[in-house]
């Protein structure tokens, strides 16, 4: 079985129920609070090819630093990698990787396609 690991935001209830849910599966997975410890532009890349989607898709854009630095730009992809990268604030959570394949767990129902 892969390694489980889960961009956690202990702040956030969607976060919470998707750390539970592992747990309650006895998956014990590895917690990436990746607020403290933010995720380098290559993990970012290789996130994205996990979860097949652009970089702007995995971006929160109701995150005021978003409305007021990054809203309406014409960005490429390394740039907002790079973004995402500075500004961890700004990645959709919680995220859940298992293997080479990822879920973004809005709704946690998303997580169930990928354990």
């Known amino acids: 079985m892969?390694?489980?690991t889960i961009y956690h935001n202990n702040r956030c209830s969607k976060s919470r129920e998707a750390l539970a849910l592992l747990e309650e599966r006895n998956?014990?997975?590895e917690v990436?609070?990746?607020l403290k410890d933010a995720p380098s532009t290559t993990e970012i890349?290789?996130?994205l090819k996990k979860l097949n989607m652009k970089p702007e898709d995995l971006i929160r854009k109701k995150e005021?630093?978003?409305?007021e630095n990054f809203k309406g730009k014409d960005l490429t992809e390394d740039e907002w990698i790079t973004i995402l990268s500075e500004n961890p604030r700004l990645i959709?959570?919680?995220i859940v990787i298992n293997g080479d394949k990822a879920a973004v767990g809005r709704p946690t129902e998303n997580i169930e396609e990928i354990l």
């Open 2 to 4: 892969s390694k489980i």
């Open 27 to 29: 998956l014990d997975p």
């Open 32 to 34: 990436r609070y990746y």
């Open 45 to 47: 890349t290789d996130l």
């Open 64 to 67: 005021t630093i978003y409305k």
């Open 92 to 94: 959709e959570r919680p």
